[in-house]
């Protein structure tokens, strides 16, 4: 028999302490093929990484995203924000996703992997839905990012609205931008670990 396991509802999280999100100087902004050498020298050592993208939302009925315009990797010490408009940034990108045996975990991963088999031209590997897990252990409902921090750690997770629906194809990020994408990669391979994945 399946247990089926409540996820806190909003009023309950908007009560929880703050999960410690990734400041700055754990941030690293990636926009040439150099830095991307760099960040994939470090992140090919790690067995899995938070995952996440971020497109330049679309405001017209019927417009299509030419997104994804940022990818997001972390682990759980630092994250690095990759701008994909630099083509051998770009090029780094698409290999660090077609590595196989490195998990790439996050939340509601359906649309990115379309999009980056789109922009990219690659099949991501590895690609792990954290609600996908978060289902099979009993939770009904999809839980994203701020219920699964809920649900583990007891602490509320923030996500600036404003943040989630600026402009990613900007050449210049702001510090705000930086924070808000890095740490939906950091907290998805927090909530990895704490599962004890891979199981």
């Known amino acids: 028999m399946h247990t089926h396991h409540a996820t806190p509802d909003k009023d309950a999280i908007a009560l929880l302490p703050t999960f410690e999100r990734l400041l700055l100087d754990r941030i690293t902004l990636v926009s040439t093929g150099e830095q991307a050498q760099q960040a994939c020298a470090v992140l090919a050592q790690a067995r899995a990484w938070g995952f996440d993208t971020e497109s330049k939302p679309t405001f017209k009925v019927g417009e299509v995203s030419d997104g994804p315009h940022i990818l997001q990797l972390s682990t759980p010490e630092r994250a690095w924000v990759f701008q994909l408009h630099d083509l051998a940034c770009r090029a780094v990108a698409a290999q660090l996703l077609a590595m196989p045996g490195i998990d790439k975990a996050g939340f509601g991963l359906g649309d990115d992997t379309k999009r980056i088999v789109r922009k990219l031209g690659i099949e991501p590997q590895g690609i792990l839905e954290l609600n996908a897990v978060f289902r099979q252990r009993g939770y009904r409902k999809d839980m994203g990012?701020?219920?699964?921090?809920?649900?583990?750690?007891?602490?509320?997770?923030?996500?600036?609205?404003?943040?989630?629906?600026?402009?990613?194809a900007n050449p210049h990020l702001t510090e705000a931008q930086l924070v808000y994408a890095a740490n939906d990669?950091?907290?998805?391979?927090?909530?990895?670990?704490m599962l004890g994945l891979p199981v």
């Not at 990669?185 to 670990?193: L, Q, S, T």
């Open 145 to 168: 990012v701020k219920g699964a921090v809920a649900v583990l750690f007891n602490q509320r997770f923030i996500k600036s609205k404003k943040a989630a629906t600026s402009n990613w």
């Open 185 to 193: 990669a950091y907290a998805a391979i927090r909530v990895y670990d």
